[in-house]
């Protein structure tokens, strides 16, 4: 029976130190954001940070696959404007036409992490959530040892790319056992969550691989015990396709930001409350677990 895995980057032995620099830095209360996995659905998420970012302001963040991507440009204060435009000017990117698309989408997934990550350091504490391939353990990296690697491993959807070695050890997406990691957060010592979750709902034709290797792991392996309060914001309907989610159009982009920045509106008072108050303050995820991806939106 395995449970996620807990380490500081660049180590497989030693203890996460994160939570306890939070609980000195930041005293009784650590506001956390998370942005869950969600392939071309993260332009969404986008446009909803974009619209409450001024209005909450995070104390570490967390993310799995495209979300980490987000995440790491959140605890680098990089303005949501600019996350906007990288969305829009991103080059065609798709991994249905053949070896030759998959090479370069790698290639291109690669530069995007390298030029985040090199031009970009995180000012906040974050964490990026990673799966051990083929063990399908979730592995949580924090520290000042991130590097852009991490960011390309957390975003490696299996069988589409290839696993990302770090140490030895290969990882994919962050998000195939789990698209929301919550318990990330908690672990790393937040006292209240907001999270950005673009698959409240997963695709039909993933739901019953996912299935079929989550029974063969307990289920603990991928939910941890959450017991913080918790904001959940999700689309009010399926984006799209599981295969528009995995490419890039012009058009679908700009639809998802304008989409999210719609709906980053409607939320935005009751996130002005939890940020104050850091209680409930809207529909949240059930106390006590994490959310599943394959029940849909608590």
């Not at 798709?94 to 790698?106: D, E, I, N």
Request: charged share 15%; proline share 8%.
């Amino acid at each position: 029976m395995h449970s996620p895995r807990l380490a500081a980057s660049g180590s497989h032995e030693r203890p996460l130190t994160c939570r306890a620099s939070l609980i000195g830095r930041y005293p009784g209360r650590v506001r956390a954001l998370v942005f869950s996995a969600g392939g071309m659905f993260g332009a969404w998420q986008a446009g909803v940070w974009s619209v409450l970012e001024g209005v909450y302001q995070p104390e570490l963040v967390v993310g799995a696959s495209v979300g980490a991507l987000h995440a790491w440009a959140v605890a680098a204060r990089v303005p949501a404007t600019d996350l906007i435009e990288r969305w829009r000017a991103l080059r065609e990117f798709s991994l249905f036409t053949g070896a030759h698309s998959h090479h370069s989408a790698q290639q291109q997934l690669n530069h995007l992490c390298q030029e985040l990550a090199e031009h970009r350091r995180p000012e906040l504490p974050l964490g990026i959530v990673c799966t051990e391939w083929p063990a399908l353990r979730p592995r949580l990296f924090c520290g000042p040892d991130l590097s852009w690697k991490h960011l390309v491993a957390s975003c490696a959807v299996p069988f589409l790319l290839p696993p990302c070695e770090i140490d030895g050890q290969r990882y994919v997406d962050g998000g195939f056992m789990g698209a929301l990691p919550l318990w990330a957060a908690y672990e790393m010592g937040a006292t209240s969550i907001l999270a950005i979750h673009v698959l409240p709902i997963l695709p039909w034709p993933m739901q019953l691989p996912l299935r079929c290797l989550r029974l063969l792991r307990s289920r603990r392996s991928w939910v941890s015990r959450v017991s913080v309060p918790t904001m959940l914001i999700g689309p009010p309907r399926r984006l799209g396709s599981w295969v528009e989610s995995l490419v890039w159009n012009p058009i679908t982009i700009r639809r998802w930001i304008e989409q999210g920045i719609e709906e980053g509106r409607r939320w935005l008072a009751a996130v002005q409350r939890f940020a104050a108050s850091g209680n409930h303050a809207g529909p949240t995820l059930r106390a006590g677990r994490a959310a599943d991806p394959l029940a849909g939106s608590p």
